[in-house]
């Protein structure tokens, strides 16, 4: 009697995914679309609940194509994380105006659910920023989009703020990073009002990288006259770019390395931009090395003064660009 040969399985009969140690997973589903993460829980029983253990959470409005659902989604995917879950980062996204109650409920998530790293946008009309967020200290990078800061805020642990169309709306004259962010190292501002200042201090103990964009006065970012300091010890990068100049009151970068700049002067005030800028190259003069854009390079080819700051400015490098 001939012996049956034993079996062979087929590789398309094995489950190999599933076999994988579940830290591996969580980290093959923390890149995806919490959308797509929750349906995998009807893959097999063993993946019920394994996105709700992700220390990624991506939750964004693009990915449905009504608000109303996104809502809904939104709300069951919180309401199932438990207490005792943590995202170490969590990115929300939202089109559109937002509603309190779904702000709230999402702020409440960052806030209480030891998030480490914090990519939130809150729509198109800038709704203000809830008390219960500026409290928590566990952040260590937040990216902010379309916010409105009324009151005064302190992360002891962020050394990352990346801010984009936001607002400041504080009852103040002057307003200075190092007080309320002792530990930051990199700085973006891109397009934020800091219309209620005459003074914007950008400084700070541990800063490294600092970018500016896009804060002139006529577009809503600075108040007419305001006055911009820029000064730490530490900083290595510092980038540049608007459409017209700001006046820099103050530029100490003992450390800096590398600059990028993209300006252009208006001819409205030429006269005022063209100081501001030559102060701008003077605080400038121990910089290692420089990316400078074309509109930047022809207006030191055009005045004669900033010719001469600029060609000692280029000259005075350490290192060519």
Request: glycine share 4%; charged share 20%; net charge positive.
């Amino acid at each position: 009697m001939r012996k049956r040969s034993p079996k062979v399985c087929s590789s398309q009969d094995v489950d190999r995914l599933s076999n994988l140690p579940n830290h591996i997973i969580h980290h093959i589903l923390s890149f995806l679309d919490a959308k797509y993460a929750v349906q995998t829980s009807v893959l097999a029983k063993g993946w019920r609940n394994l996105w709700t253990s992700v220390h990624v959470l991506h939750l964004n409005s693009n990915s449905f194509r009504r608000l109303g659902r996104f809502k809904k989604f939104v709300v069951a995917v919180l309401n199932k994380l438990n207490h005792n879950s943590t995202a170490g980062t969590f990115l929300f996204t939202y089109r559109g105006r937002i509603d309190d109650y779904l702000k709230k409920r999402v702020i409440y998530f960052a806030s209480f659910h030891g998030v480490g790293h914090l990519v939130l946008d809150l729509g198109c009309k800038r709704p203000p920023v809830s008390q219960a967020l500026l409290n928590c200290q566990t952040f260590k990078t937040i990216k902010l989009k379309n916010a409105t800061f009324t009151t005064s805020f302190g992360f002891s642990k962020l050394t990352t703020l990346h801010l984009k169309h936001c607002l400041f709306s504080l009852v103040s004259n002057c307003f200075d990073f190092s007080d309320c962010l002792p530990n930051l190292s990199s700085l973006s501002l891109l397009g934020c009002d800091f219309t209620r200042f005459k003074v914007l201090k950008i400084s700070g103990p541990q800063l490294l990288n600092v970018t500016i964009r896009s804060m002139w006065y006529s577009y809503g970012g600075l108040s007419k006259g305001c006055k911009v300091e820029i000064s730490a010890p530490k900083l290595t990068f510092f980038s540049y770019k608007e459409s017209h100049v700001l006046d820099f009151s103050v530029i100490n970068l003992p450390s800096l390395r590398h600059a990028d700049v993209d300006v252009f002067l208006s001819y409205e005030e030429e006269k005022k931009d063209i100081q501001c800028l030559l102060k701008f190259f003077q605080g400038l003069y121990n910089v290692q090395s420089a990316t400078l854009s074309y509109s930047t390079i022809q207006v030191c080819q055009d005045d004669y003064h900033i010719c001469c700051v600029s060609a000692s400015f280029i000259c005075g490098f350490k290192s060519s660009f």
